[in-house]
């Protein structure tokens, strides 16, 4: 089991520019889940999605937007790309137990 | 009010000591509570859930007061490696099953 990866580990944007980062995960879960974490700062949900198919807004979703084709894959689509989305992004699932399982995160600079 | 509120820190401690830390949440319909634990610029991984009559795994021990609102972390004789941020973090929006996270303790460990 990989567990929950996500690519690319780091990304430089300049302003206005796009990109997708990718997260998947191998463990069957339904509920996958996108946050952010700005320095010195907790983790803030972004999005969430409760299965193929179906997703829904967190706390911060402006400025993002995501899809769920698959079980396995949560990608998180930034489309103007600004210098207040520069923040640390994890991908995370949902276990049997509501704990969350999160992948090693991808570190974003928008410059 | 943060819904999940932590002492950042940090908590300096020669190894061998016993620390431990403290977090208040506000949603008094939480099911579920977690303390995890962050190393720097990693992804958060989960150390252990914390159940009503209280926990240990190891030196680590878990308590949950419902009455209070309160859940706190015992680590018994410290080690260099147990150097990291603590994340309290608690179920607070069961139609999510998405987790509220603290913005962490700081524990630095010092021979």
């Known amino acids: 089991n990989a567990g929950v990866t996500q690519t690319p580990k780091f990304r430089i944007l300049k302003i206005g520019q796009s990109m997708t980062l990718q997260c998947t995960q191998d463990?069957?879960?339904?509920?996958m889940y996108w946050y952010r974490q700005d320095p010195g700062m907790g983790l803030k949900l972004i999005y969430y999605?409760?299965?193929?198919?179906?997703?829904d807004k967190g706390e911060v979703p402006n400025g993002y937007n995501v899809s769920r084709s698959t079980t396995e894959d949560f990608p998180l689509r930034l489309e103007l790309a600004a210098p207040s989305q520069t923040s640390v992004y994890f991908c995370?699932?949902?276990?049997?137990?509501?704990?969350?399982?999160f992948g090693p995160g991808t570190r974003l600079t928008v410059l | 009010r943060k819904e999940v509120e932590q002492d950042p820190g940090p908590f300096n401690v020669p190894e061998g000591a016993t620390v431990a830390f403290n977090c208040t949440y506000s949603?008094?319909?939480?099911?579920?509570f977690f303390w995890y634990r962050q190393d720097c610029r990693k992804e958060p991984k989960l150390l252990m859930s914390?159940?009503?009559s209280g926990n240990e795994d190891g030196r680590f021990t878990a308590q949950l007061n419902r009455a209070s609102q309160y859940i706190s972390l015992l680590i018994r004789d410290s080690k260099l490696s147990d150097s990291a941020t603590y994340l309290c973090?608690?179920?607070?929006?069961?139609?999510?099953?998405?987790?509220?996270f603290g913005s962490g303790t700081r524990l630095q460990v010092q021979p």
């Open positions: 995370a699932s949902r276990g049997p137990a509501n704990e969350q399982f």
């Open positions: 914390v159940y009503s």
């Open positions: 973090v608690v179920n607070g929006d069961t139609g999510r099953r998405a987790l509220t």
């Open positions: 463990m069957n879960h339904n509920y």
């Open positions: 949603n008094s319909a939480s099911q579920s």
């Open positions: 999605s409760v299965g193929a198919g179906i997703t």
